[in-house]
């Protein structure tokens, strides 16, 4: 991006100090702009690791599902930086640095000191480049305030103090609501922070869900109960501390499938090399009625590199339509035990590993899910039904890379006989009991109604796209400063025909049908949208849980560098 100074005397404050500020003040250095001041305001106490990255998410045994080689660009690469770490945090974390390579995951923890230390870099070079930055911690903000006649934008602190700024980035990160945890025993509305998960448990323990969150609190469970050893043939397995403990991790999932494994990721195909540029959306959108259709983003970047990556692959699907395509590729997972293909695609993992070759068709499917968040807000309402209820859930499935490590230890666990799935379906219920406790009702695949009550309950759905109500600023909602996000229907007799069986669907003013999607409603651009569709210049939000309808995919840090690198071009064209 070419030197540009007219953004100079201009206030920006970056709300939230984890990976998203990170990268969005890591954007504005590298536009060169010079003379403007960013205020950040991080409600912790450490910048750069986030919710993820530090306790609040992470205990000493969690580990990240990226590696070294695929973290977007910072001041220095993790293979310089862990040269410099002090022996004895090498030594918690169990690193050896003659073994280290840029193929190795991190624990979180000590991969959120290294975004701390980048962060640290970034400030100072901030500073030499003549961006006046100040950063406030411990600093919770209580709400937003639009003021377009000032056309500026106030922060209120927790404290009810405030200050106006010129532009605003919320880079907020996770949100973790409690519904019913401290109020009712042994409910737990998330896995976070897991340092309330170390604990002595003589009983089952129910987790909903059976991906990434999942694993993070059956890591941390696992090591409170019992401890994992290497036999003599080398492989890992579990042994509870106390054998006649009745202690046991009951996972439930939907499909009663369990994520698919971590494997070797090529970086000529990740999906941020291959999203549709301005230019083709709008081309695409002129000769789609304004829309850009499903079917032809899943052509274009699955279908077309595939037959490239992966022909004799392509040749076996080519002629599917998406929702075939899926049907043939969850019938097998559907068939096999869960246990018995995680092995299996655990062995094929570590082959993909060893040998240096990616699994094509999965990496461009978590792709294509990545690519997916640019034109997401211009696909039909029916198009967004269809991607929920196909393609994002085996997209969901492989696109946690469950890191071998952690693979591993769910396998010993199962071994063991701690460790089993159940599935449940998409109508079962989770109901908090007053005594403490949960009772799960669902039906079995044998069609049974089940109801089991457990002592213990961990809900590990992952972060769940928010809805427009949830979003925790009065400010913006009250004003009419944001907006729900919402889909137009293309076939508005499609609408009318499902309108009684779907709550999320409604008549627009224009009299048109449309789909309500969660969370507020944005430009390309990240800009605020009100219900008029009337941009904001002030307000910018990268704070995934609050865009989840216009962005579905949950991309972590290629995520944050792409919107950081989309809101400063908006900044620069605005000044």
């Known amino acids: 991006m070419k030197k540009n100074n007219n953004l100079a005397g201009k206030q920006i404050a970056i709300i939230g100090g984890g990976p998203s500020g990170l990268f969005m003040l890591k954007k504005l250095i590298d536009a060169d702009l010079q003379g403007i001041s960013v205020r950040i305001f991080e409600k912790g106490n450490q910048l750069g690791a986030g919710m993820p990255y530090s306790s609040s998410g992470a205990n000493d045994e969690h580990v990240t599902n990226v590696s070294a080689n695929e973290i977007p660009?910072?001041?220095?690469?993790?293979?310089?930086?862990?040269?410099?770490?002090?022996?004895?945090?090498?030594?918690?974390?169990?690193?050896?640095?003659?073994?280290?390579?840029?193929?190795?995951?991190?624990?979180?923890?000590?991969?959120?000191?290294?975004?701390?230390?980048?962060?640290?870099?970034?400030?100072?070079?901030?500073?030499?480049?003549?961006?006046?930055?100040?950063?406030?911690?411990?600093?919770?903000?209580?709400?937003?305030?639009?003021?377009?006649?000032?056309?500026?934008?106030?922060?209120?602190?927790?404290?009810?103090?405030?200050?106006?700024?010129?532009?605003?980035?919320?880079?907020?990160?996770?949100?973790?609501?409690?519904?019913?945890?401290?109020?009712?025993?042994?409910?737990?509305?998330?896995?976070?922070?897991?340092?309330?998960?170390?604990?002595?448990?003589?009983?089952p323990v129910a987790i909903r869900g059976a991906s990434l969150t999942a694993i993070d609190a059956m890591r941390t469970l696992a090591r409170q109960h019992g401890s994992y050893r290497i036999s003599d043939m080398g492989r890992l397995y579990y042994q509870l501390n106390d054998p006649k403990s009745e202690f046991k991790i009951v996972l439930h999932s939907r499909e009663g499938l369990l994520p698919g494994v971590r494997f070797h990721l090529e970086d000529s195909i990740l999906g941020k090399d291959s999203i549709f540029t301005p230019d083709e959306?709008?081309?695409?959108?002129?000769?789609?009625?304004?829309?850009?259709?499903?079917?032809?983003?899943?052509?274009?970047?699955?279908?077309?590199?595939?037959?490239?990556?992966?022909?004799?692959?392509?040749?076996?699907?080519?002629?599917?339509?998406?929702?075939?395509?899926v049907d043939k590729v969850m019938e097998l997972r559907e068939r096999l035990d869960p246990f018995q293909l995680f092995r299996s695609e655990y062995k094929e993992a570590a082959q993909s590993i060893r040998r240096h070759q990616s699994v094509y068709w999965k990496e461009l499917l978590c792709g294509l899910s990545y690519t997916l968040n640019y034109p997401a807000k211009y696909f039909s309402a029916e198009d967004m039904l269809r991607l929920k209820k196909k393609l994002m859930p085996l997209i969901s499935l492989l696109i946690a890379f469950v890191p071998q490590s952690s693979a591993e230890e769910l396998l010993a666990l199962h071994d063991a006989g701690v460790l089993d799935l159940v599935a449940v379906g998409a109508e079962s219920k989770v109901v908090p009991q007053q005594e403490g406790g949960i009772a799960y009702h669902?039906?079995?695949?044998?069609?049974?109604?089940?109801?089991?009550?457990?002592?213990?309950?961990?809900?590990?759905?992952?972060?769940?796209?928010?809805?427009?109500?949830?979003?925790?600023?009065?400010?913006?909602?009250?004003?009419?400063?944001?907006?729900?996000?919402?889909?137009?229907?293309?076939?508005?007799?499609?609408?009318?025909?499902?309108?009684?069986?779907?709550?999320?669907?409604?008549?627009?003013?224009?009299?048109?049908?449309?789909?309500?999607?969660?969370?507020?409603?944005?430009?390309?651009?990240?800009?605020?949208?009100?219900?008029?569709?009337?941009?904001?210049?002030?307000?910018?939000?990268?704070?995934?849980?609050?865009?989840?309808?216009?962005?579905?995919?949950?991309?972590?840090?290629?995520f944050c560098e792409t919107a950081a690198d989309q809101i400063v071009k908006s900044l620069v064209m605005l000044a």
């Open 281 to 325: 959306i709008k081309a695409i959108r002129k000769a789609n009625e304004g829309f850009v259709p499903l079917n032809l983003a899943f052509e274009e970047k699955f279908l077309k590199p595939l037959s490239k990556q992966d022909p004799v692959f392509y040749q076996k699907i080519k002629d599917l339509p998406m929702e075939d395509f």
């Open 73 to 203: 660009e910072l001041e220095q690469s993790i293979g310089e930086w862990i040269k410099q770490v002090h022996p004895h945090t090498l030594a918690r974390f169990k690193i050896d640095l003659s073994h280290f390579h840029d193929y190795k995951v991190l624990p979180r923890l000590l991969f959120g000191e290294y975004l701390a230390d980048q962060f640290a870099l970034l400030a100072k070079k901030a500073a030499n480049i003549g961006i006046d930055l100040q950063i406030f911690y411990n600093s919770q903000v209580a709400d937003i305030l639009d003021q377009p006649a000032n056309k500026s934008v106030t922060v209120v602190l927790a404290d009810n103090s405030s200050c106006a700024f010129d532009h605003l980035v919320l880079c907020s990160g996770h949100l973790w609501p409690k519904r019913h945890e401290d109020k009712i025993k042994g409910y737990y509305d998330s896995p976070y922070p897991p340092a309330k998960l170390k604990q002595i448990l003589n009983h």
């Open 442 to 558: 669902y039906t079995n695949e044998q069609g049974e109604e089940k109801v089991v009550e457990y002592d213990t309950f961990v809900d590990c759905i992952g972060q769940q796209h928010l809805s427009f109500d949830d979003i925790p600023f009065p400010g913006l909602k009250e004003k009419g400063t944001i907006a729900p996000a919402k889909l137009q229907f293309r076939v508005q007799t499609l609408a009318s025909s499902l309108l009684e069986e779907n709550q999320d669907i409604e008549i627009g003013v224009d009299g048109q049908y449309y789909l309500k999607v969660p969370g507020l409603a944005i430009n390309d651009y990240f800009q605020v949208v009100d219900k008029y569709l009337a941009l904001n210049p002030r307000i910018y939000v990268m704070s995934v849980p609050f865009i989840g309808g216009y962005n579905p995919d949950y991309s972590g840090l290629d």
